[in-house]
């Protein structure tokens, strides 16, 4: 689609798009990670495929259409049932998604038949049943390993072009609850010490362990020779998960936790030395901990009779120190009862909380939204969308700092708004027209209400521009940001809109 120069206007200040939600991480197929052939199996090439990924995801600056494509390769393993499992990378925004034999043969269709973003894993099946005898002949599924202890060796798999199986042998290192795809999304990962040289570029690889499956390697530190792999446990209740009627995921306990090291916040909580914890600071509404009637102030001193340190880590029998996160969403399925000792005013109590997973589409600043297209408005020359992590995202990489701040205060403290708004609805730009003449500098406010109607959402945005008292000419606006109201003329504006359909621009607005 054409789009006119004066079109491209529509800039927020100081945007930069990142590259992916993983901006800093460095994957594989940043930089061609490969393997030494430490041991070579005959049969790896039997349960592993490629997956071939073509992702398209929206525009944040032009919401009205997408980014150019972009592909992705990886090698992916061959589990229960004929399917396939990957990252869940290599599946946001998918336009087409294609298995391949190792010895390229072989090509299908595929489509997603599970993913979770958070946790950075998804399932793939073939698009065409009537494919899967002939594709997975003389195939087999793996199986998924027993969690390999520490110091234990791993071998990494890659499939040269040529389809010559090699292997890179590598030490467990050690454990840690880490972001592997979406910032702060922490998960169970394994650090693996492993020499990698030149090969064929993947961007993720199966790690086996006693020719099971023991992991997905996600990236890869050429420099200090060290791999995250998405460990073991998190895969096998991944594929537990998916097999249930109902996909639910992995829950969240909804609270936002602070330590409890400094000495003067131990003793205003007046919390025995005998005793470590963590401070819950905040309570996201509707969320499990919610519920059971956690609430900011309390201190979780143990989960399941495990105890958290002043720091929110515990012991763990295999892996040793990991952060308290992971006794809720490495070890619990939604549904799942916890037992929460507290420490709330001064006294011991229990508390049973029964877990759960909230969605991302219930959150007020959503973090992503996979193949999903962004909502927006466009009235005569003015530019409304939703507020997301994407488009906070972009205002660059130090984006937390170079944001407005009313933006990054709803972000951050979504319940001082959660009463009066779904999603918060801003100003992001505006085009210079006979319209908006000036309100051409105006850009990231939030909307209060429009035409004396509160906004809560796009939709009702979309709707309150639409009803136009009969008395006025003049649209109203009221931003939340200091009470300001300005007008915009409805002749004007419906000229400036019809102008931009003529000109090359295919719609409007979507709500979706």
Known sequence: MKILPFLLLFVLVACERSGSPSAGKTSPSDQEIASSQSGVSDETHLSVVRVNSTLQNWSITQPWEKNPPRRRRSLAAIVNDHHVITTAEMVADATLVELESTDGTRRARAEVANVDYEANLAL??????????????????LEIADSPPLRDTLEIVQVEDNGQSLITSGQLLSADVRATFLPGQLFLTFRVKASMQSSASSFSLPVFNDGKLAGILSSYDAKDQISDVIATPLISRFVMESQKETYQGFPNLGVSISATE??????????????????????????????????????????????IDRRGFYKDETYGSLPWVQLVRGNKSAGDVIRLALWRGGQALTADVTLSRQEESTRLVPNYQFGKAPNFLIKGGMMFQELTRPLLEAYGEEWEARAPLNFLDAFANPEAYQAEHDRMICLTGVIPTQATMGYESMRNLMIKKVNGKPVRNMKELIRAFQALPISSDAHSIEFIDENLVIYLNDEMSNMIDQSLLQRGLQTLSRSE
Not at 124 to 141: I, Y
């Open 124 to 141: 793939l099946r073939l698009a065409d049943e009537g494919e899967v005898p002939k594709f997975f002949d003389g195939m087999k599924s």
């Open 262 to 307: 400094d000495l003067h916040f131990r003793s205003y909580l007046k919390i025995p030395d005998t005793e470590g914890g963590i401070y819950v600071s905040k309570v996201r509404k509707g969320s499990a901990a919610d519920v059971a009637k956690i609430a900011p102030g309390d201190v979780i001193l143990s989960i399941d009779g495990k105890t």
